[in-house]
């Protein structure tokens, strides 16, 4: 896992307060029913389960389990995207994730996606494994580089696109932050995401120079790169990658 020390929690809070008007749209991953699909049939919750949302942001993950279990909780920091996902829950709690709320053994599932980014991984994925019962589950869905082919070029897209991304992860870093927050049978699986840069980059967050610097990364790639992305550039100049996302799950031990 590459970390950065310099991004504050102020500095997540004003990048998303800025993204929040058009997060939902601002990536094809954000509301693709396949990958939404794929976690709800991954987690298999129960009716009666209680469910936790870490950086729920607008809601996106929050609708694909609201009224299907007991209870869904939602935790983030950030106003102007939280309160859109009000309806969507059966409560919203404003905390950071590293020092949560919540008893020990609250929650049967407990899940993020492109939350622990912002954060301090290893503390808030500890806090996910405190809050979840025996036998529950811990989630964590994040965009990661393929392998070292990529990692150089694809960790600088990141932090372009997100300047208050703090952590770049590799699959492995997921499973070794489940593993050390005690979870067992931890395993990893992948999503492709084939996303539109144009629309990817264009965040609502980020100036110009920053999105020509990632078409530049793009155009420019090694071939390292474009083994595992399998960059398109059509003739219109928009760009095209399959995007890798590690769905990582580990089980709270008995």
Known sequence: MRTRKDISQDTVVSHFT???????????????DDMLKTIVQCLAPAPDASVLDI???TGLISRQFHKQV??????????????KAKPLTDGLVKASAEVLPFKEGSFDIALERQGIQF???????????????????VCLIQLCAYGTEDQEEYFEILRLRNPARRNFFMREDLANLLTAAGCVDVKVMDFISDEDVDRWADNG????????????IYRKATPGFNQYHAVTIAADGRIVDKMLFGIAIGTIPA
Request: proline fraction near 2%; charged fraction near 40%.
């Open 18 to 32: 800025a993204r929040a008007y058009k997060y939902d749209a601002s990536s094809k991953w954000c509301t693709d």
């Open 205 to 216: 967050a980020i100036e110009d120079e920053r999105r020509q610097k990632i078409h530049d």
């Open 119 to 137: 954060m301090e991984a290893e503390e808030a994925v500890k806090e996910m494994a405190r809050v979840t019962k025996p036998r529950g589950k």
């Open 70 to 83: 007991k209870q869904l909780i939602g935790v983030d920091i950030t106003d102007a995207m939280f309160h």
């Open 55 to 57: 950086a729920c942001g």
